[in-house]
């Protein structure tokens, strides 16, 4: 858990935040730029275990999440194949 909430990104303003102190905007629009598809209308309160929760998921199924580790200049490019590791099942029989 603690291995992700130190991890860095890049805010709009090239600022870097790491995902433990990162405002919930702040969070909300790198998840965005990161293709993850969390909700139409962004979530406008992040507990920490859902951020971490998030980006395990995602790493989990091989989204290169872009950190400020990895790139320390820009951290705006995004990855558009992300929504598919996302998707609900729509049966009980397709989550196993």
Excluded at 19 to 39: C, K, R
Excluded at 58 to 83: I, Q, W
Aim: glycine share 4%; with cysteine; net charge negative.
């Amino acid at each position: 858990m603690w291995e992700v909430a130190v991890k860095s990104f890049h805010t709009v303003d090239r600022r870097i935040v790491d995902v433990e102190h990162a405002t919930d905007e702040e969070f909300q629009t790198w998840i965005a730029s990161q293709g993850i598809p969390v909700d139409e209308e962004g979530i406008s309160e992040w507990v920490f275990e859902d951020r971490v929760g998030v980006i395990n998921h995602a790493l989990r199924f091989g989204v290169n999440l872009n950190f400020a580790e990895d790139n320390p200049v820009s951290n705006t490019s995004t990855n558009e194949d992300s929504s598919e590791v996302f998707e609900c099942p729509t049966s009980a029989s397709e989550a196993i």
